[in-house]
């Protein structure tokens, strides 16, 4: 009875040390070995590491090889039924399922793909992405014995956490070394579009337009001849926000367009928030910032989920800000941290520095200079070098306006050092 991956897995969960289990019952190193299945422990010894943990031993039975066939094939279809319906509320009940009704496996394989299919539920219900890190970790430890689907697995879901940790150059490494094989992998067609989606919003992140608009447009062929009318309009909108970062504004507005079309068609008025977002931040890169404003609200009417709303209440107040206008910038600033504060997930941080960054800049004493150090040194940690240069220039010119001159110049070199890095520039001379 293989039991030592249940043990781990469970481990992990709860952020117990080895040690912590172990005392008592056995050693830390033994231990470790009943975890990498090296050795079968007795049975009191398995059943007093599983009542630590809060487990139930008599719930666990050993499978035999029919019953993880049947397992497997329903692994696969929950896989493929997740990630096509894209629903928090029913990824949560799978997964809570997969994790109450695992079987004790016979098969090693198996139980990779058991794990690198969980660990993407995970991450799509926002698991702390400390204990998600320590979980990539371990499985890491058996890629050696990944057969080609699990090293896609792999692969895929260590470029989804290496994005959203922020870290999209590493993203983008692993998701190439699945492009360079993808036509090689047993990958339904499903699979193959949602690779394509995810790379082309992997590129536009880097800049990448062009590479970004090609795989949309390949996502954007599959769904739209399943009819799977929702994806299709992610991917207009996709192609819209590349278009629109390499300046291409009618293109950009053409795409949006087609997406608030297939809104109205499919009654998929659920996506409307995040259209109204994005004509905004389309009509102030265009300049039009009263535009721009009148969108953003719309965009907060429309969107549902709380915390969707933080990235557009951001664009309200950079737009605001652009006009001058103090009150409305300082209004929404609080509106923000006092969104941030109820969501009460970490994983949001970044907004909570955006929104003191701007409340204090437009505030009666104006920038203060701990909040503003405490974003520049939140980007550096996260490696954001946009928002390093943003910041580290509005400082700069802070200083400047209060005759601090030594420490405007400073600021303005390490905000053009970091600008330089953002926009993959080495010397000034590449300007």
């Given at each position: 009875?293989?039991?030592?991956?249940?043990?781990?897995?469970?481990?992990?969960?709860?952020?117990?040390?080895?040690?912590?289990?172990?005392?008592?019952?056995?050693?830390?190193?033994?231990?470790?070995?009943?975890?990498?299945?090296?050795?079968?422990?007795?049975?009191?010894?398995?059943?007093?590491?599983?009542?630590?943990?809060?487990?139930?031993?008599?719930?666990?039975?050993?499978?035999?090889?029919?019953?993880?066939?049947?397992?497997?094939?329903?692994?696969?279809?929950?896989?493929?039924?997740?990630?096509?319906?894209?629903?928090?509320?029913?990824?949560?009940?799978?997964?809570?399922?997969?994790?109450?009704?695992?079987?004790?496996?016979?098969?090693?394989?198996?139980?990779?793909?058991?794990?690198?299919?969980?660990?993407?539920?995970?991450?799509?219900?926002?698991?702390?992405?400390?204990?998600?890190?320590?979980?990539?970790?371990?499985?890491?430890?058996?890629?050696?014995?990944?057969?080609?689907?699990?090293?896609?697995?792999?692969?895929?879901?260590?470029?989804?956490?290496?994005?959203?940790?922020?870290?999209?150059?590493?993203?983008?490494?692993?998701?190439?070394?699945?492009?360079?094989?993808?036509?090689?992998?047993?990958?339904?067609?499903?699979?193959?579009?949602?690779?394509?989606?995810?790379?082309?919003?992997?590129?536009?992140?880097?800049?990448?337009?062009?590479?970004?608009?090609?795989?949309?447009?390949?996502?954007?062929?599959?769904?739209?001849?399943?009819?799977?009318?929702?994806?299709?309009?992610?991917?207009?909108?996709?192609i819209g926000i590349s278009y629109k970062r390499s300046d291409k504004f009618q293109d950009a507005l053409e795409a949006y367009s087609k997406a608030m079309q297939i809104s109205e068609e499919f009654n998929l008025h659920s996506e409307k928030g995040i259209i109204y977002h994005n004509l905004g931040t389309l009509n102030s890169a265009m300049?039009?910032?009263?535009?721009?404003?009148?969108?953003?609200?719309?965009?907060?009417?429309?969107?549902?989920?709380?915390?969707?709303?933080?990235?557009?209440?951001?664009?309200?107040?950079?737009?605001?800000?652009?006009?001058?206008?103090?009150?409305?910038?300082?209004?929404?600033?609080?509106?923000?941290?006092?969104?941030?504060?109820?969501?009460?997930?970490?994983?949001?941080?970044?907004?909570?520095?955006?929104?003191?960054?701007?409340?204090?800049?437009?505030?009666?004493?104006?920038?203060?200079?701990?909040?503003?150090?405490?974003?520049?040194?939140?980007?550096?940690?996260?490696?954001?070098?946009?928002?390093?240069?943003?910041?580290?220039?509005?400082?700069?010119?802070?200083?400047?306006?209060?005759?601090?001159?030594?420490?405007?110049?400073?600021?303005?070199?390490?905000?053009?050092?970091?600008?330089?890095?953002?926009?993959?520039?080495?010397?000034?001379?590449?300007?």
């Amino acid at each position: 009875m293989k039991i030592g991956h249940l043990i781990r897995a469970e481990r992990v969960r709860q952020d117990m040390k080895q040690v912590v289990l172990a005392k008592g019952i056995c050693t830390p190193s033994y231990l470790s070995k009943i975890e990498r299945n090296q050795i079968e422990p007795s049975e009191d010894i398995a059943k007093l590491l599983l009542e630590r943990l809060g487990m139930d031993p008599e719930k666990f039975q050993e499978s035999d090889e029919e019953t993880e066939i049947e397992f497997e094939k329903m692994l696969l279809e929950t896989y493929r039924e997740v990630i096509t319906e894209r629903d928090l509320n029913f990824t949560r009940e799978k997964l809570e399922y997969l994790e109450q009704n695992v079987p004790l496996f016979e098969n090693d394989s198996l139980h990779y793909t058991y794990s690198l299919i969980t660990f993407r539920f995970n991450m799509i219900v926002r698991i702390d992405s400390e204990k998600l890190k320590q979980e990539i970790e371990l499985l890491e430890e058996f890629i050696d014995d990944f057969n080609v689907y699990q090293l896609y697995l792999f692969h895929l879901n260590k470029g989804l956490f290496c994005y959203n940790t922020g870290n999209v150059k590493m993203a983008i490494h692993y998701y190439e070394l699945i492009l360079h094989k993808l036509e090689s992998l047993p990958l339904g067609e499903w699979e193959e579009a949602e690779f394509n989606f995810i790379i082309a919003v992997f590129y536009m992140a880097d800049g990448h337009t062009f590479n970004s608009i090609d795989h949309a447009r390949r996502a954007l062929n599959f769904f739209r001849e399943q009819l799977m009318m929702s994806r299709v309009l992610d991917c207009y909108i996709l192609i819209g926000i590349s278009y629109k970062r390499s300046d291409k504004f009618q293109d950009a507005l053409e795409a949006y367009s087609k997406a608030m079309q297939i809104s109205e068609e499919f009654n998929l008025h659920s996506e409307k928030g995040i259209i109204y977002h994005n004509l905004g931040t389309l009509n102030s890169a265009m300049g039009n910032t009263h535009q721009a404003i009148e969108y953003y609200k719309k965009s907060i009417d429309h969107k549902i989920d709380p915390s969707e709303k933080l990235i557009t209440i951001l664009s309200l107040i950079e737009d605001y800000s652009k006009t001058g206008e103090k009150d409305l910038v300082r209004d929404w600033a609080e509106k923000g941290i006092t969104l941030y504060h109820q969501l009460d997930d970490e994983n949001q941080i970044s907004y909570f520095h955006h929104f003191s960054f701007y409340q204090s800049l437009h505030s009666e004493h104006g920038l203060s200079v701990e909040i503003a150090e405490a974003a520049i040194q939140h980007f550096k940690e996260i490696k954001d070098f946009r928002f390093i240069h943003k910041y580290c220039i509005a400082l700069a010119e802070w200083y400047y306006n209060n005759r601090k001159y030594k420490l405007a110049s400073s600021l303005y070199r390490d905000g053009i050092r970091y600008g330089y890095i953002y926009s993959k520039k080495e010397k000034w001379e590449d300007l």
